[in-house]
């Protein structure tokens, strides 16, 4: 997988609540032959990179079968729409 290299900085850190964001992902995995979707919604650091979100997600929010298979399906959306 691609990722692309972020053209920005990060938001600076600070002791607000602002500093964190809830996303929704949607990741759909394809390995041994089985195809899985699930989403999460999470609470992320303000700032947190597309790669490094993917990261965590690939690492942590795919079930262990499928973890190492093939992204054919990844998105974040805001959790919260306003």
Known sequence: MTTPTPT???APATAQA???VSVFVLITVQN???IATTGHTLTIASGT???DLAAHVTA???A???RGGVVLHYS???AVIT
């Open 8 to 10: 920005h900085a990060p």
């Open 18 to 20: 602002a500093d964190t």
């Open 32 to 34: 041994h032959g089985q």
């Open 49 to 51: 990179t597309h790669a």
């Open 60 to 62: 942590t929010c795919i």
């Open 64 to 66: 262990e079968d499928m």
């Open 76 to 78: 974040v959306h805001p």
